[in-house]
Antibody, heavy 124, light 107 residues
């Protein structure tokens, strides 16, 4: 049974750095074809993919946010950490982490398990 | 960057068929995945690889993908199907891409 849970601050000030941790169980991030991604959703708005780390430590970032994001993994702790610098009120959103299935040969890249999400508010 | 276009809203009467489209340049050459999101909940995968259903998803949910349009079809719509639906693809230049979402209203 795969589960993921996000943790981190609920409130950050503008210009601060946000650090979110995704703690998961039921799979290993060292298994081929597995990834963990971060997706956010501002209140009332659409999903936006942010970053993803693959089993082989390949890291991918949203082009529009690449300069502000860093994703890392700790396989022994079953955790993935996302940092986002220079936070702004427009970054207020629910942040989700999700387990991804990757089959490169079949061009299959999707999220099959999601965490419950954590709401992060950016305000002074 | 690769863009996915969805209608903001679709309305359907109970028992009828809902079709939610997802448009993208030559999207038929990509694998399309669909997520259902109910208010206050995390998204749930309902269709992957254009038309496959994960375990536990009713057969009423189906998908197709050709040309520049992918479609999520929900047959015999129920009140419980009311939700936001998002399509998603992977693109070599944009990586993981989500559509803007479609709110399905059951009349």
């Amino acid at each position: 049974q795969i589960t993921l849970k996000e943790s981190g601050p609920t409130l950050v000030k503008p210009t601060q750095t946000l650090t979110l941790t995704c703690t998961f169980s039921g799979f290993s991030l060292s298994t081929s074809g597995v990834g963990v991604g971060w997706i956010r959703q501002p209140p009332g708005k659409a999903l936006e993919w942010l970053a993803l780390i693959y089993w082989n430590d390949d890291k991918r970032y949203s082009p529009s946010l690449k300069s502000r994001l860093t994703i890392t993994k700790d396989t022994s702790k079953n955790q993935v950490v996302l940092t986002m610098t220079n936070m702004d009120p427009v970054d207020t959103a629910t942040y989700y982490c999700a387990h991804s299935v990757v089959v490169v040969a079949a061009n299959l890249y999707y999220f099959d398990y999601w965490g419950q999400g954590t709401l992060v508010t950016v305000s002074s | 960057s690769y863009v996915l276009t969805q209608p903001p809203s679709v309305s359907v009467a109970p028992g009828k068929t809902a079709r939610i489209t997802c448009g993208g340049n030559n999207i038929g050459s990509k694998s399309v995945h669909w997520y259902q999101q109910k208010p206050g909940q995390a998204p749930v995968l309902v269709i992957y690889y254009d038309s496959d259903r994960p375990s536990g998803i009713p057969e009423r949910f189906s998908g197709s993908n050709s040309g520049n349009t992918a479609t999520l079809t929900i047959s015999r719509v129920e009140a419980g199907d009311e939700a936001d639906y998002y399509c998603q693809v992977w693109d070599s230049s944009s990586d993981w891409v989500f559509g803007g979402g479609t709110k399905l209203t059951v009349l």
